[in-house]
T-cell receptor, first 113, second 112 residues
């Protein structure tokens, strides 16, 4: 079956703009998590959604938000972009709220200039 | 989540076994040990997980000490494609806190 699909793969934005990233989980998976990866901070948890409800949130400012749709697809939004938001944004899906294993997508590489 | 300690880097010759250690001395009874790896510019890939007993799958073996304070991931016959950053994570599956807390991992370099 198809894996976790993230779009777009690459994105360049200007400071102050906002951006929306998309994630389609594996069919049947109802939990979607988002992570940010930077060279300085490594992989950091952003938030997790299950059945359209945010279940867990990491320590990121309110400029970072997300949502999940009834078909389990998820989007994350970053408003008022800063240079430090340049990162690889990864989405992961699992079958349940506390899934035994997460399957990650290939990520969206966001560059803020 | 309990924290883990891993060596920053390791080398392994192709065809030999790669043994990647992980210390998790503050692990609690409900926490599982997970291993993921990340090949350059890709998303992390699940490898294996365990609670108390040793586990084996088609990718690797996981050896957990009796006191559960440390574990070793074994890649029995490493290939160049196993070059990656390997993350050891401890995770409680009993609650609703389902996030993965990644450390800095071990960068494994497999060489000819």
């Amino acid at each position: 079956k198809a894996g976790v699909t993230q779009t777009p793969r690459y994105l360049i934005k200007t400071r102050g703009q906002q951006v929306t990233l998309s994630c389609s989980p594996i069919s049947g998976h109802r939990s979607v998590s988002w992570y940010q990866q930077t060279p300085g901070q490594g992989l950091q948890f952003l938030f997790e959604y299950f059945s359209e409800t945010q279940r867990n949130k990491g320590n990121f400012p309110g400029r970072f938000s997300g949502r999940q749709f009834s078909n389990s697809r998820s989007e994350m939004n970053v408003s008022t972009l800063e240079l430090g938001d340049s990162a690889l944004y990864l989405c992961a899906s699992s079958e349940g709220v506390v899934g035994y294993g997460y399957t990650f997508g290939s990520g969206t590489r966001l560059t803020v200039v | 989540d309990a924290k883990t300690t891993q060596p920053p880097s390791m080398d392994c010759a192709e065809g030999r076994a790669a043994n990647l250690p992980c210390n998790h001395s503050t692990i609690s009874g409900n926490e599982y040990v997970y291993w993921y790896r990340q090949i350059h510019s890709q998303g992390p890939q699940y490898i294996i997980h365990g609670l108390k007993n040793n586990e084996t799958n088609e990718m690797a073996s996981l050896i957990i000490t009796e006191d559960r304070k440390s574990s070793t991931l074994i890649l029995p016959h490493a290939t160049l494609r196993d070059t990656a950053v390997y993350y050891c994570i401890v995770r409680d599956l009993t609650g609703t806190a389902s996030k993965l807390t990644f450390g800095t991992g071990t960068r494994l370099q497999v060489t000819l």
